[in-house]
């Protein structure tokens, strides 16, 4: 049995069989481009696109969080029509003369660590924004679409970090909990796990290469412990306070 201790972000117990969430890592290259305003208007029709993803994310989010939590992808929704942002990515695709990609995730990279590095916890939240957009404009420049998650049985979701996106995707039904070693009490994602009612701990001091999907756990959101491989008295006394 293993004790991993963490922030809880609703208080709640979660007994079940644990998915270990890898993200999908991109390989970007930074490639030199013959027609810069070629490789702009693939930018911009990968906007076009992640802006009706958005409009799906906030149906969902609406139907199962509230129209507030909703709000949170007209918020992102908004920062595809920041100035600064756009014309940080345009403006390297035409200096440099580098592929959509690169100008995306270079510029995503740089506005993330921005927030990150901010006092205040609320815009250090923010930085997870960023980084869900950039990864969602990536994804379409690369011809991949939202990444949704299906599971066969509830599971207890355990991830390195997860984005908004990633949260609403999700079938609520499915999930029995969230166990993340990054993120905030401030993020979206967090919020979103207390409107739908969601058990969730974030900053759980574990490491994801010990993991391995189809392991049984306990996640107690009253003391903020993820139980590994729980013995059958600490299953019994979860299932109690699960009663």
């Known amino acids: 049995m293993v004790v991993c201790q963490g922030k809880s972000v609703l208080k709640g117990i979660a007994i079940g ?3 270990l969430y890898e993200k999908q890592e991109y390989v970007l290259e930074q490639k030199q481009v013959a027609d810069a305003e070629a490789e702009v208007a693939r930018f911009e029709a990968a906007k076009e696109t992640a802006i009706g993803q958005l409009d799906d ?3 969902k989010a609406l139907a199962e969080a509230g129209e507030e939590q909703a709000m949170i992808f007209d918020v992102h929704k908004m920062m595809l029509d920041d100035g600064d942002y756009l014309d940080a990515i345009t403006g390297l ?3 440099e003369k580098v592929n959509a990609e690169y100008a995306v995730a270079s510029t995503g990279d ?3 660590e ?3 590095s901010m006092d205040d916890d609320y815009m250090k939240a923010r930085a997870v924004d960023i980084k869900d957009i ?3 404009l990536v994804q379409n420049l690369a011809g991949n679409g939202d990444n949704g998650l299906d599971f066969t049985e509830p599971v207890i979701v355990v991830a390195d970090d997860l984005t908004p996106s990633e949260t609403v995707q999700m079938d609520k039904e499915k999930i029995l909990a969230f166990v993340t070693v990054h993120g905030s009490t401030n993020s979206h994602t967090a919020i979103l796990a207390r409107m739908m009612n969601i058990p969730a701990l974030i900053g759980v001091e574990m ?3 010990d993991m391995q999907t189809g392991t049984e756990a306990v996640v107690d959101g009253f003391t903020g412990e993820f139980i590994l491989c729980p013995e059958e008295e600490v299953k019994a006394k979860a299932q109690r306070k699960l009663d």
């Open 17 to 19: 069989k644990i998915y």
């Open 57 to 59: 994310l906030y149906e």
């Open 93 to 95: 695709i035409r200096s």
């Open 110 to 112: 740089s506005f993330s």
């Open 114 to 116: 921005m927030f990150a």
């Open 134 to 136: 950039s990864e969602r």
């Open 207 to 209: 490491n994801l290469e």
